[in-house]
């Protein structure tokens, strides 16, 4: 069994002030609401799961989720003048979209398991419009072998116009919507069946996080939107 994760010290001493930067800019550029604090399963390991429209969605959940979380980012995006220093000043972990990557799944369950939450976006990346995609069914393999909840968040107003929006002194309103996490259903069939039953679970996250967001932003999953109760 290997030795548990710890966060590098240099991201200890990072992020916070990270965090802080991003506050600071996101509430000069906008008006940020947060509303579901109280459903976020404090100290405990957990997936985030979100919507992912533009480049603006893991840095506003970033600064001001209450809990650091560990985050995973497209790759070439570090290969991007200030986007990657951001990224390797964080401690944002890279991954190759449309890759199977044994390696990285293996760092992602270790860390989880080491008890950190984990910020992912279900769709793989971003869908540059409100309306959401199909998940991948990454999501679903991650909890299955990890057996943690899934805390789905519901981002809205993070359109790829708001930089411009908020250089006109704007001031867009910016939502996270956080619901009630998710244990998905335990998955006990092979082959092909597990393959569809990951994608089903994967399916099950966004139809929740559906349900936090307005109608525009759901998507393909907008006939099977679950709705909080």
Do not use: C
């Amino acid at each position: 069994m290997s030795a548990a994760y710890h966060v590098p010290f240099r991201f200890k001493i990072s992020r916070p002030v990270t965090k802080a930067v991003f506050r600071g800019i996101f509430h000069l550029l906008g008006r940020v609401k947060v509303i579901g604090q109280e459903n976020i399963p404090y100290g405990k390991p957990y997936v985030v799961a979100m919507n992912h429209v533009s480049i603006f969605d893991p840095p506003l959940i970033g600064a001001f989720w209450p809990e650091q979380l560990e985050i995973i980012g497209a790759a070439d995006v570090f290969d991007k003048p200030g986007q990657g220093q951001i990224l390797r000043i964080y401690g944002v972990i890279p991954v190759h979209r449309g890759d199977y990557d044994r390696v990285l799944l293996t760092k992602i369950i270790h860390i989880i398991k080491s008890g950190f939450p984990l910020l992912i976006a279900p769709e793989g990346g971003r869908s540059h419009v409100p309306a959401m995609r199909r998940a991948k069914s990454g999501v679903a393999y991650i909890v299955e072998q990890t057996g943690v909840p899934v805390v789905p968040v519901g981002l809205v107003g993070t359109t790829e116009d708001f930089w411009q929006r908020a250089k006109r002194g704007e001031r867009p309103q910016l939502e996270m919507r956080i619901g009630r996490p998710i244990n998905l259903p335990e998955i006990t069939v092979k082959g092909n069946e597990r393959h569809e039953a990951r994608q089903q679970n994967a399916d099950l996250v966004m139809r929740h996080l559906a349900g936090l967001l307005p109608e525009e932003y759901r998507g393909v999953y907008a006939e099977s939107t679950i709705f909080p109760t």
